[in-house]
């Protein structure tokens, strides 16, 4: 008799591991997850490529031929082209055409400019001399997406994961789509925060994706997909340097998306969503659907042992109660504090590391893969770590280690470019693994019926690391090893905080918060029969 039958009643599990780990209906089921994560990972960051920084000087009637060039005549002969003035916001002397007699900056003022990239995005909107613009974009889309969180949890615990899923999806697909298209900056600007605030279908797709399968075999399912979100970022510097018109280059990234209008047809919904929500005959018509295209047997006295009896999931019980019922205990509020700082260090880190690679010497594009590649190791090892060690161990670690190597980078000689680059490197790997084991943890802490949302609420309190992610470079200017030692620290900040969480590798996902207040105390295997009732 299974472990987690109690007074004649199955957990969800034990129906899982019935209809298998890895058949036909997984497999379908993962095709379509794999599309959403691929392009999902491009919509967070393409604004990197989409809105790159080109160069740009004044235009000067008197100076300018018909056939000048970006930099005549501001070259000499003795000049290369990286030597040669890429920016500027004011006049030279009309006399010689030099930037280097200018005097007086008020007396010089530019009016008109010439762009490094006539078509680029920075001179269609006309923003030279405006980089706080082109900053703007990231932080509008990190800030939507921070909003975006909490809707897409609310949405996502109340109608469903595959409801929430199919509707941000596709309004993401038509957003972007319609970015490509905007002529005026601002309504980019607009734009570029709805997408990010209702076009996210990441979070719900995640959910979809740990309550399909049982609970061991999680790890091993997200590991696949987060490699589908990895090759996304590996594949897309690519496609902006063979489509190097961001308006194409949006078009050719968003048009898949548009296929995820045909999931209303063919995804199937939670199972554990199902049976939270008291949709006890629509979980087991779907038990029965995947059973069939799996090829395998339930019996009906299994699915009559399946079942839920707490007051908690009956269906005239509100979404706002059960969310005040998960803050109100205080095991519930601890975690969640820690998960706020969790998920504000590792989006500062990943954030900062991203927008740190397209400013390192060399190809952008070939430099931005490469970093981005060393995401696939990281998956294999979370997966591998989490198989042997656990949760708590594996981030406990990788916060310290991350953090160790982070400090150090700023003290290193000079000499040793090589070195610096490598533990860069190293910690880039250290910050994704650290990332993934995050996302995980978060969602096995709180119940079923408030898990979306509390992991949104997390998600979306921790994107401030995002928000400040984009000013960091700024903190150059006092220290150039400023920015990492911030990432180190924070890091070891983190990995303190992990101390006070308990153990989730071997407890059974909670569906009532007395189940998740359980969890570290001793080994969830059974159901609790019975939960206070909601006051």
Request: one cysteine or more; glycine letters at 6%.
């Amino acid at each position: 008799m299974d472990g987690s039958e109690v007074e004649g009643r199955l957990h969800v599990d034990a129906v899982l591991a019935r209809l298998g780990g890895w058949g036909r209906h997984q497999a379908l089921t993962a095709a379509m997850l794999a599309l959403v994560y691929a392009t999902n990972s491009m919509y967070n960051v393409n604004y990197v490529f989409a809105v790159e920084d080109v160069g740009y000087r004044c235009k000067i009637p008197s100076c300018d031929g018909s056939n000048a060039s970006f930099m005549t005549p501001w070259l000499n002969a003795s000049q290369s082209w990286s030597e040669a003035p890429v920016k500027q916001c004011w006049r030279p002397d009309v006399a010689d055409c030099s930037p280097s007699n200018v005097t007086d900056l008020g007396d010089h003022a530019c009016t008109e400019w010439i762009y490094e990239k006539p078509d680029s995005f920075i001179a269609e909107f006309g923003l030279a001399c405006q980089d706080w613009k082109q900053t703007l974009i990231g932080t509008v889309h990190s800030f939507g997406n921070m909003l975006g969180l909490l809707i897409q949890g609310q949405i996502s615990d109340r109608f469903g994961r595959k409801t929430a899923a199919v509707v941000a999806g596709s309004a993401g697909a038509v957003l972007g789509l319609s970015k490509s298209f905007a002529r005026s900056f601002w309504l980019y600007v607009a734009l570029e925060g709805l997408e990010a605030a209702i076009g996210d279908a990441l979070s719900p797709m995640f959910m979809l994706s740990i309550e399909i399968v049982e609970k061991k075999r999680a790890v091993l399912f997200q590991m696949i997909l987060l490699n589908c979100y990895t090759c996304g970022l590996i594949v897309m510097p690519f496609i902006a340097w063979a489509v190097p018109y961001w308006r194409n280059f949006l078009r050719v990234i968003y048009a898949p998306t548009l296929l995820i209008l045909t999931y209303s047809f063919f995804l199937d919904e939670s199972i554990r969503w199902l049976y939270s929500k008291g949709k006890k005959e629509r979980a087991v018509q779907l038990i029965r659907k995947i059973a069939r295209r799996n090829g395998v047997e339930v019996d009906n006295m299994m699915l009559d042992r399946l079942d839920y009896t707490e007051e908690d999931t009956k269906s005239n019980v509100s979404d706002k109660k059960l969310l005040m019922k998960t803050f109100k205990s205080r095991i519930m509020m601890q975690r969640f504090l820690v998960c706020m700082v969790w998920w504000f260090t590792i989006t500062l880190i990943n954030y900062g590391m991203m927008i740190s690679a397209v400013h390192i010497a060399g190809n952008k594009y070939v430099n931005f893969s490469l970093l981005m590649l060393m995401d696939i190791p990281a998956n294999v090892l979370y997966w591998l770590a989490l198989s042997k060690y656990k949760r708590r161990l594996p981030l406990l670690v990788s916060f310290f280690v991350g953090g160790l190597f982070c400090i150090s980078q700023p003290f290193l000689p000079k000499g040793y470019a090589w070195l610096g680059l490598t533990l860069f490197m190293a910690f880039e790997m250290l910050a994704t693994f650290s990332y993934n084991i995050v996302y995980m943890y978060t969602s096995e802490l709180f119940p079923t019926y408030t898990r979306n949302s509390m992991h949104a609420i997390c998600s979306a309190v921790g994107r401030v690391g995002s928000l400040v992610a984009p000013q960091t470079p700024l903190l150059m200017s006092y220290w150039s090893g400023l920015p990492t030692f911030i990432f180190g620290m924070t890091s070891i900040a983190s990995g303190c905080l992990t101390l006070l969480m308990p153990e989730t590798a071997r407890a059974e996902l909670p569906d009532t918060v007395a189940e998740a207040e359980l969890i570290g105390r001793k080994p969830l295997l059974k159901k609790q029969t019975a939960e206070t009732s909601i006051t």
